[in-house]
């Protein structure tokens, strides 16, 4: 599929409806998506603040990720580099502890297809349980021992944590993620951006 194709798929993506009447919010597909993107952020789904405005991770874990990955807004919102695609396109709403989960339906429809016309992918981000289940077949796992086990997933991989700062607590108590998992997680991004 050449990227022009692709922009027609996308658009599709953007104009769904399949979960109209499961949304509160409304429906607001929010992708970025490149054919040469080197670097893919497979998310969990936005969250409202990225809902309103549309633009993926623009909001505080957004920068915290930015951090993480040791990149800048340039880089990050350069489809050419970077492609995100979430587990659910749409704002789920909130539960009782957190957003609700992202609605099946919209992997289901769409993952596959989009996943399969980002052949230059160097490395995979793999945020959240939702998606790490996904792509890692981990459900048997907690997020902590998917995470705490990243050396052992290929080079292309690697867990993390929702980069929100609701997870301030579970940060301080595995300090071993900054320490070990950070620096190599800047290395690989680093790798595979210059490629």
């Known amino acids: 599929m050449s990227q022009a194709e692709l922009n027609v798929l996308i658009a599709k993506v953007k104009q769904c409806q399949l979960c109209q009447s499961s949304l509160n919010h409304g429906v607001n597909p929010v992708v970025q998506l490149h054919a040469n993107a080197k670097l893919l952020i ?8 990225v809902h309103q405005s549309g633009v993926p991770f623009d909001d505080a874990s957004g920068e915290r990720l930015r951090q993480w990955l040791g990149i800048d807004k340039t880089v990050f919102y350069n489809p050419e580099q970077v492609a995100i695609l979430p587990m659910g396109f749409c704002y789920p709403g909130k539960g009782k502890s957190g957003d609700l989960p992202p609605l099946k339906i919209c992997a ?9 016309e980002l052949k230059q992918v160097q490395l995979t981000i793999v945020i959240g349980k ?13 997020l ?3 995470v705490r086990n990243w050396a052992d997933y290929p080079r292309s991989l690697i867990p993390l944590p929702h980069p929100s700062p609701r997870n301030n607590i579970w940060l301080a108590k ?11 997680l800047k290395c690989r991004v680093n790798d595979a951006l210059k490629d």
């Open 42 to 49: 497979a998310g969990q789904a936005p969250g409202l603040a």
């Open 108 to 116: 289901a429809t769409w993952r596959e297809r989009l996943l399969a």
């Open 144 to 146: 902590t021992q998917t």
């Open 174 to 184: 595995n300090p071993w993620f900054s320490e070990q998992l950070l620096p190599e």
């Open 130 to 142: 939702y998606a790490q289940d996904y792509h890692l077949g981990t459900a048997t796992q907690s």
